[in-house]
């Protein structure tokens, strides 16, 4: 797999405007995007800090995902997202290794980035987003 670097962190969280002031306030970093991915049912807000970004992720209805991770296991890390020139190769080449996958190709995710997810079960638990511009 050609992977280049974190991309971002996914942290999950019930609410930005309650989150965002603790990374801001307390952490110093910049907020620089907000924005609702609807078929994801979440709205996010991005920090940077080098050249990684921090992801949260606030859920827009119950029946979102991270509502249902928030329900179950707390606000906290989500998932790691790496960066690749080739989602769509990356998720052949997992499969045929054995790696569950979640998404069989590659779906539009925030930032305008096209996005997969590995499951966790094949990942040492570790949900892992496989993500290019």
Request: net charge negative; hydrophobic share 40%.
């Amino acid at each position: 797999m050609n992977l280049t670097h974190i991309e971002h962190l996914g942290i999950a969280v019930k609410s930005l405007d309650e989150a965002i002031p603790y990374y801001e306030k307390v952490l110093g970093l910049k907020c620089y995007n907000i924005e609702e991915v609807a078929d994801q049912k979440v709205r996010t807000a991005f920090f940077k800090i080098g050249q990684t970004k921090l992801e949260l992720l606030e859920p827009t209805c119950p029946e979102s995902t991270i509502a249902g991770f928030i329900e179950k296991r707390g606000e906290g890390i989500h998932h790691i997202a790496f960066a690749t020139d080739d989602v769509a190769s990356c998720l052949a080449e997992a499969e045929e290794k054995g790696v569950r996958l979640i998404d069989k190709a590659p779906r539009g995710g925030a930032e305008g980035l096209k996005i997969a997810f590995l499951h966790p079960k094949s990942t040492m638990g570790v949900l892992t987003e496989l993500c290019m511009k």
